[in-house]
């Protein structure tokens, strides 16, 4: 299957400060979405990204779908303590099937006090 | 219930055990999906349901993996004979409509561990 390659694996922080994650991958998507998952829980969808170029907000988080089609970006500004977790991007080919969602293998984000 | 509804939540089998493992999806969802998910590892397909058809199975990793959703709801994982590679978060998703398009609901997860 399509590998994704995700960085950093690990962020320690301070809170308030600002995080940047990547995702890449050797083959195109369609579309391009960020997860996250807290301890025990299951990966909750956080922005969904579907045109090359696209950037889109949800609160403090900011991602965009790269021009290539073959990466995107994550920013969470002014970091909080709730924002602790593993995100995950995940890229999806429609030509694919069901199979053909593609989840890296995650940033974990630490905030330190 | 609101959200997908997985159970159990914490399972412990030894090795050669058959388990099963429940997912009730969102009410209303007609996309059903289960992935694994290694330590340290983001989820790996398994299965997808539309409605009650298996439409895609190529994920399972041997023919010990089974699942089934016969009325279009609920579903289950079977694992038969289990092995410890097995140990691994189950994790179940659903979504609207019948199309596939990444935008999925998790529920918590079944932690299997096989001793």
């Known amino acids: 299957g399509q590998q994704l390659n995700q960085s950093p694996q690990s962020m320690f922080i301070q809170e308030g400060e600002d995080v940047s994650m990547n995702c890449t991958s050797s083959?195109?998507?369609?579309?391009w979405l960020w997860y996250k998952q807290d301890p025990g829980e299951g990966p909750v969808l956080l922005i969904a990204l579907y045109k090359a170029g696209e950037l889109t907000s949800n609160g403090r988080l900011t991602a965009q779908f790269g021009i290539t089609r073959k990466d995107s970006f994550l920013n969470i500004s002014a970091s909080i303590p709730s924002d602790v977790g593993i995100y995950f991007c995940a890229g999806f080919y429609s030509g694919g099937g069901a199979d053909g969602l593609t989840f890296g293998k995650g940033t974990h984000l630490i905030i330190q006090p | 219930g609101a959200g997908v509804s997985q159970s159990p939540r914490y399972k412990v089998a030894k090795r050669g055990q058959d388990v099963a493992l429940r997912c009730d999806p969102i009410s209303g969802h007609v996309s059903l999906f289960w992935y694994q998910q290694a330590l340290g590892q983001g989820p790996e397909f398994l299965t997808y349901f539309q409605n009650e058809a298996q439409l895609d199975k190529s994920g399972l990793p041997s023919d010990r993996f089974f699942a089934e959703r016969p009325e279009g709801s609920v579903s289950t994982l079977k694992i038969q004979r289990t092995q410890q590679e097995d140990s691994a978060v189950y994790l179940c998703?659903?979504?609207?409509?019948?199309?596939?398009?990444?935008?999925?609901?998790f529920g918590e997860g079944s932690r299997l561990t096989v001793l």
């Open positions: 998703a659903s979504s609207t409509g019948t199309g596939v398009t990444g935008e999925l609901f």
């Open positions: 083959s195109i998507f369609n579309t």
